[in-house]
């Protein structure tokens, strides 16, 4: 989708109950942040469907990913439902090194601090771009957007997976 109007936006965004639960603290922390900075600025607009701003609730249901977007009003507008299977290896990774992170923060060099980091970001960048090119033809998204969108969906995965 080439044109991009102001409405082509996210103003809302739920994320099922069911699948998420309560989480460590600094992964409560990064679910809040990437949502608040997901509102602040995105880029959101299913093909085909109506103008926006949009409503969307994630959710993992029978191990798929589940992007129920609705119009401002709650109208419902489409509902797409994609495998997890294209991205459990890039979650698997990405879990991995997150771990890593965590436990460099508390007590690695700062060298090594930002090293792992370094890795985590080049794995997140990884798992943006595929997310990316799954939601390409179903939903316009940039990549800003896309790397949002893939840290709440590690967040939902870690509890459901």
Do not use: W
């Not at 409560?28 to 990437?34: K, L, M, N």
């Amino acid at each position: 989708m080439s044109e991009h109007a102001p409405e082509d936006r996210l103003i809302a965004i739920e994320l099922d109950a069911a699948s998420i639960g309560k989480a460590e603290e600094n992964v409560e922390h990064e679910r809040r942040v990437a949502i608040a900075d997901l509102l602040e600025a995105n880029r959101f607009r299913p093909e085909d469907g109506p103008g926006g701003p949009y409503r969307l609730r994630l959710a993992i249901e029978e191990q798929r990913l589940v992007f129920d977007v609705s119009a401002e009003d709650g109208t419902p507008v489409r509902l797409f439902v994609f495998s997890l299977g294209p991205l459990r290896r890039i979650l698997k990774d990405y879990f991995l090194i997150c771990e890593s992170y965590y436990e460099a923060v508390r007590d690695a060099s700062l060298a090594q601090i930002e090293a792992v980091d370094m890795g985590r970001r080049g794995v997140h960048n990884e798992g943006s771009s595929l997310l990316k090119e799954r939601l390409e033809g179903k939903i316009d998204v940039d990549f800003d957007t896309a790397r949002r969108l893939f840290t709440l969906i590690c967040a939902l995965h870690r509890r459901a997976g």
